[in-house]
């Protein structure tokens, strides 16, 4: 009896110690709820594209979207704040139709879209809204194939300030440069990383040059961007400037890039040469996001880059 007791003990202790579960906090319990809603939904974006299959029609996700948009919402008040996620309702939904509508074109033998998880699918473009009567206004929620607003194909973006004068773009794996504002540039706000300081396309590389001798933020490896990594910065979605919160917030001078993010509502720099009038050199507008070539003598703006994917 005496053994029993002790292995019975020891049975306890053991249960004790491995077999009773933890409470899951608020947050676990916000993402658990939005995992089973995702689930939930892309099933529901399945069965619409299989009926529109057998219809011959375009696939109907109003249903759908009506319910997960519900759903969400109720997942997002329930976790009172404690959702561990920053993605939004539209972005999100708008992420599964797309899957949705990419898995039913490999299903019907397509072979000209990006295979599933592609690195070299691109960047989600940011807009969020539809053009209707020559105004940009919140999307019907129309089926995938529609205006850019509805579809938002194309990977999520991310982006994370390292806190050291870098933001890097988590999709991409550049790590870009943080700008910051001081009039005039001073000790707050170097005159290579201020907002306001713009140079000719040969003096970019000045900049470049001397952001790597001084190993700013610790590496020697910067570089101006191409016009496609410069690209991928610009949010159609967003205008004045057309770029993330990451790269445009609290510039207020003086201030220095622990404290904020600048972007000139302007022309930035890309490293790539017109090809066919090599006096010129590819630019992004951050005003709206409007990719064109200048010359390389005017004074345009300089964000630099380092690594990449």
Same mark, same amino acid.
């Given at each position: ?13 053991? @249960? %004790?110690?491995? $077999? ?24 529901? %974006? ?7 299959? %057998? ?22 008040? +329930? ?46 473009? $940011? ?29 999520? =973006? ?6 050291? +004068?870098?933001?890097?773009? *988590? ?51 910067? =570089?101006?961007?191409?016009? =496609? *990594? ?45 090809? $066919?009038?090599?006096? @010129? ?10 990719? +064109? ?12 880059? =380092? +690594?990449?994917?």
């Amino acid at each position: 009896m005496k053994r029993e007791g002790t292995v019975v003990i020891l049975a306890t202790a053991l @249960f %004790l110690a491995t $077999g009773v579960a933890r409470a899951a906090s608020d947050a676990g319990k916000c993402a658990a709820a939005k995992s089973k809603i995702a689930g939930k939904y892309y099933f529901c %974006l399945q069965k619409a594209e299989a009926k529109a299959i %057998l219809k011959e029609t375009l696939p109907d996700y109003s249903k759908c979207a009506q319910k997960f948009d519900e759903k969400w919402n109720l997942a997002e008040t +329930g976790g009172a704040g404690m959702c561990p996620d920053n993605v939004a309702t539209s972005p999100m939904s708008a992420y599964f139709a797309a899957r949705a509508a990419e898995a039913t074109a490999i299903i019907r033998g397509a072979d000209d879209i990006p295979s599933l998880g592609s690195c070299g699918e691109l960047l989600v473009s $940011g807009q969020t809204e539809c053009e209707n009567g020559g105004a940009m206004v919140a999307c019907p929620g129309n089926p995938a194939g529609v205006q850019d607003g509805d579809t938002q194909y194309g990977r999520l =973006r991310q982006y994370t300030d390292n806190g050291d +004068g870098m933001v890097t773009d *988590e999709v991409t794996g550049l790590v870009w440069e943080k700008l910051c504002d001081q009039d005039p540039t001073g000790v707050i706000c170097p005159a290579d990383h201020d907002v306001d300081s713009s140079y000719t396309w040969v003096n970019a590389f000045t900049k470049i040059a001397n952001m790597n001798a001084a190993n700013y933020a610790g590496h020697p490896d910067w =570089r101006l961007p191409n016009v =496609r *990594e410069l690209e991928s910065l610009a949010e159609r979605g967003r205008v004045n400037p057309a770029i993330d919160p990451a790269f445009a917030s609290g510039c207020i001078a003086p201030c220095d890039t622990s404290a904020c993010s600048c972007t000139r509502q302007n022309y930035y720099w890309s490293s790539t040469s017109a090809q $066919g009038n090599p006096g @010129f050199a590819w630019l992004v507008v951050f005003t709206d996001g409007v990719v +064109g070539t200048g010359t390389k003598i005017n004074a345009n703006y300089v964000r630099a880059v =380092r +690594g990449g994917s």
